[in-house]
């Protein structure tokens, strides 16, 4: 079992970017495939992305492919989430989760969540 710790969030100018990091603990994130996942008030939990377990290649849905950029660090045990060229929509909390699935792009998919970061970009 894995327990995941998010930071990073804030308010952010439309343009900018934000850096979110996930710290895990009581398993490695190599054992797991990772994703991060975003709710907007009055809205379903959205993917983000994801990196997978074997081979660590990153899935993006069009709405951030080529603005955010996941990573994980083994050696750290942490998972990142670099976003840039923030827009208004992107306003959410982001959660970290964590998939024993090897493509896991839904909710349903992921077994550990982290409580979540709030990012605000305003416009």
């Known amino acids: 079992q894995v327990q995941l710790v998010e930071s990073g969030g804030g308010l952010v100018q439309a343009g900018g970017s934000l850096r979110l990091s996930c710290a895990a603990s009581?398993?490695?994130?190599?054992?797991?495939?990772m994703g991060w996942f975003r709710q907007a008030p009055g809205k379903e939990r959205e993917f983000v992305a994801t990196?997978?377990?074997?081979?660590?290649?990153?899935i993006y849905p069009n709405s951030v492919k080529g603005r955010f950029t996941i990573s994980r660090d083994n050696a750290k045990n942490t998972l990142s989430l670099q976003m840039n060229t923030l827009k208004a929509e992107d306003t959410a909390v982001y959660y970290c989760?964590?998939?024993?699935?090897?493509?896991?792009?839904?909710?349903?998919?992921?077994?550990?969540w982290g409580q979540g970061t709030q990012v605000t970009v305003s416009s």
């Open positions: 009581g398993r490695t994130v190599s054992s797991y495939s």
């Open positions: 990196i997978i377990r074997i081979g660590g290649s990153p």
């Open positions: 989760a964590a998939s024993t699935k090897v493509f896991p792009t839904r909710v349903g998919d992921y077994e550990y």
